[in-house]
């Protein structure tokens, strides 16, 4: 298995583009979530998944657009992208939901920066 | 409002020098709490799971213990290639923070040969 992939592993972005960050697991998780770690700070839940088709916020949502159209994808999307989303993004997943105590895996991460 | 607190911040151990780290939690009914090693550029990586106070477990040189309100990962006789930034994340019930691992800031452990 892979495990949890994610891509690309570095983006430069200018203030107002817009881009999707990608992820995907082959261990048929039904769990799925998105992090951000900045410097100083622990990591902070953006947006999660528990099934294909469900989606809910996390601690920090604003900004960013997530779906879940498949058990392997979950991707995230920066529609107008800012500086203050410069950040390094890491995708987990778990077997079970949110309010199970299944491990969570993470993703190699991916580093955004935003000019 | 659930809370974690690591400490130290930052911890520099001499090869050998055994120590301990801190993770202070505040979460409405734990449901478990989980232990990760992040090495610079790479994502976490799980070390360990605790269910419930007075459980212990061991990996190697670390060993994780948890009481109601904090835990506690004892590194015996470290060697420098457990340098690494150690990341505590307690899982609360919904009525917390909707079931979701809740991080710390993270403890940096920097081991000299």
Redesign the interface.
């Known amino acids: 298995n892979a495990g949890?992939t994610q891509t690309p592993k570095f983006q430069v972005l200018k203030t107002g583009q817009s881009m999707t960050l990608q992820c995907a697991q082959d261990m048929n998780h039904e769990y799925m979530?998105w992090?951000r770690q900045d410097p100083?700070?622990?990591?902070?839940?953006i947006h999660?998944s528990v099934g294909a088709g469900i989606t809910?916020q996390?601690?920090v949502p604003n900004g960013y657009n997530v779906s879940r159209s498949t058990t392997e994808d979950f991707p995230l999307r920066l529609l107008s992208a800012a500086p203050s989303q410069t950040s390094v993004y890491?995708c987990?997943s778990s077997y079970s939901?949110?309010?199970?105590?299944d491990?969570?895996?993470?993703?190699?991460?991916t580093r955004l920066t935003v000019l | 409002e659930d809370q974690?607190t690591q400490s130290p911040e930052a911890l520099r151990l001499q090869e050998g020098e055994s120590s301990s780290l801190n993770c202070s939690y505040t979460v409405s009914g734990l449901?478990?709490l989980?232990w990760?090693r992040q090495d610079p550029?790479?994502?976490?990586?799980?070390l360990f799971?605790l269910?419930s106070a007075g459980e212990e477990k061991e990996k190697e040189r670390l060993k994780a213990t948890l009481t109601k309100k904090e835990s506690f990962l004892h590194i015996t006789a470290p060697k420098p290639e457990d340098s690494a930034t150690y990341?505590c994340?307690p899982?609360g019930?919904?009525g917390g923070?909707?079931?979701?691992?809740?991080?710390?800031?993270?403890t940096k452990l920097s081991v000299k040969p």
């Open positions: 949890v979530s992090y100083g700070m622990g990591l902070r839940l999660y809910d996390g601690e890491f987990a939901t949110a309010g199970s105590t491990t969570q895996y993470f993703g190699p991460g | 974690v449901r478990g989980f990760y550029g790479k994502g976490p990586e799980f799971t269910y990341l994340a899982k019930d919904y923070s909707q079931g979701n691992l809740i991080f710390g800031k993270g």
